[in-house]
């Protein structure tokens, strides 16, 4: 039951450049899409968001990008830096829907 | 930053016997829930809390699962049986609201089943 999908397990960028991290969903319910990084042993930490009314929310170096008739969000992060190497994951949610739907991640790797 | 803090950080039990994990949610947070995440898996909903009772459980919280919410600052995960496949990182969240909040996860209690 894969509802959110990210079809990449690695990535790596160099330090400067743009890292762009996908995701995919199926479930149409999704109204609510979270990215989440996470470093080992340390829970997953809350990046950003985006309603499903949108289609783009940024903060700082963080973009998340939504087409919602492609079911297809990304993140993008301008200008990668090293401490951005860690595993992102995407989540969604159902409107009234408290549990998120998470991906299964994407280990970023940024090179110097 | 308020965190979330969860104990053990590591927990080693044996198949069969009971464990329970614990979490400190973010002090005016009222929404709470369990996760978990096998090892090279995507992380898994098990349970939200709102006013002392469950409000959604996922198919993995079956009979062997209970959360508790005892006093006024922790929130537990009870497993009663283990199993091995129960082996996992569980990680506790918490949140101020329902709806659109990016939740407050803890690092997690790794939890290894033998």
């Known amino acids: 039951d894969q509802q959110v999908k990210q079809n990449s397990p690695s990535l790596s960028v160099q330090e400067g450049r743009i890292s762009i991290l996908n995701c995919d969903y199926t479930n149409s319910m999704f109204d609510y899409f979270l990215w989440y990084k996470k470093y080992p042993a340390e829970g997953p930490t809350f990046l950003i968001s985006i309603s499903s009314i949108k289609d783009k929310n940024e903060d700082g170096r963080f973009t998340v990008f939504l087409n919602k008739s492609a079911k297809h969000l990304s993140l993008h992060i301008v200008p990668s830096q090293p401490g951005d190497s860690a595993v992102y994951f995407c989540a969604a949610k159902g409107f009234g829907n408290e549990k998120l739907t998470f991906g299964t991640g994407t280990r970023l790797t940024i090179i110097p | 930053e308020p965190e979330v803090t969860q104990t053990p950080s590591h927990q080693v039990t044996q198949m069969g016997q009971e464990v329970i994990l614990r979490c400190v949610p973010i002090s005016n947070h009222l929404y709470f829930y369990w996760y978990r995440q096998i090892l090279g898996q995507k992380v898994e909903f098990l349970v939200s809390?709102?006013?002392?009772?469950?409000?959604?459980k996922s198919e993995i919280f079956d009979d062997q699962f209970s959360v508790e919410r005892p006093d006024g600052s922790n929130f537990t995960l009870k497993i009663r049986s283990t199993k091995l496949e129960d082996s996992a990182m569980y990680f506790c969240?918490?949140?101020?609201?329902?709806?659109?909040?990016?939740?407050?996860f803890g690092s997690g209690t790794r939890l290894t089943v033998v």
């Open positions: 809390f709102y006013n002392n009772e469950i409000s959604e």
């Open positions: 969240a918490s949140s101020a609201g329902q709806g659109n909040d990016g939740y407050t």
